[in-house]
């Protein structure tokens, strides 16, 4: 069975620049999630999304969107990037919104020069 | 908003038992989850917890006490394997109906010698 997919797998962008990352969630899944993970500290919230709808957003600017297509998967936009901004990006899928099993994909490892 | 406290680092022997604990202060509270991660990895599901009590999950267990704040997580026969980054993260109830946002703690670095 393919788990939570993410791509690209790596990245570099200058400041100011905008990225798109995107997660593909395990078949069946419902809910994607991101999360931020800067070295040595642990996840830190952004987005959840469940059938298209945002349900939750943690502390973030709002140069910082995502959104969720008809088959689940989505997308995470970070426009005037920051050197701050540099982390690896986490998506987590789950059945529902309030399942306790949430899988993370691989993540998207962004370097901001 | 949530503040949880997991110590940074931590060093065992291979064979041997240890606890790394994690205490949490919250304004709500609706599960307490403990996640592996491996150096470049994405972290693993280990447990849940939700109501007081010991779950046991092969060598792995883990400890809630909802009036104190506290968990911990047990491992036991210990394997090289197991150095990792141990993460304690709790489900906020004041995050929204049907919302599944986990505030993790800075996780603790398990090194496991021979």
């Known amino acids: 069975d393919a788990g939570v997919t993410q791509s690209p797998t790596h990245l570099i962008k200058t400041r100011g620049q905008h990225v798109t990352l995107r997660c593909s969630p395990i078949s069946g899944h419902k809910s994607v999630s991101w999360y931020q993970q800067v070295l040595g500290q642990g996840p830190q919230f952004i987005f959840q999304y469940y059938e298209k709808e945002e349900r939750g957003r943690g502390n973030f600017p709002d140069r910082f969107s995502a959104r969720q297509f008809p088959n689940y998967s989505s997308e995470l936009n970070v426009n005037a990037l920051l050197l701050g901004d540099s982390a690896l990006y986490l998506c987590a899928s789950s059945l529902e919104t309030v399942s306790y099993e949430q899988y993370f994909g691989p993540g998207t490892r962004l370097t901001v020069t | 908003g949530q503040n949880i406290d997991q110590p940074t680092e931590m060093t065992a022997t291979e064979g041997a038992i240890v606890q790394i604990n994690c205490t949490y202060q919250?304004?709500?509270?609706?599960?307490l989850f403990w996640y592996q991660q491996h150096a470049g990895e994405a972290p693993t599901f280990l447990s849940y917890?939700?109501?007081?009590g010991l779950e046991e999950k092969g060598r792995f267990s883990s400890f809630l006490s909802r009036s104190k704040g506290y968990s911990y997580l047990l491992l036991k026969e210990l394997q090289m394997k197991d150095s990792a980054s141990y993460l304690c993260?709790?489900?906020?109830?004041?995050?929204?109906?049907?919302?599944?946002?986990?505030?993790f703690g800075k996780g603790t670095k398990l090194s496991v010698i021979p």
């Open positions: 919250t304004s709500g509270f609706n599960g």
């Open positions: 993260a709790v489900r906020d109830t004041d995050s929204g109906a049907g919302s599944y946002q986990l505030t």
């Open positions: 917890n939700v109501l007081d």
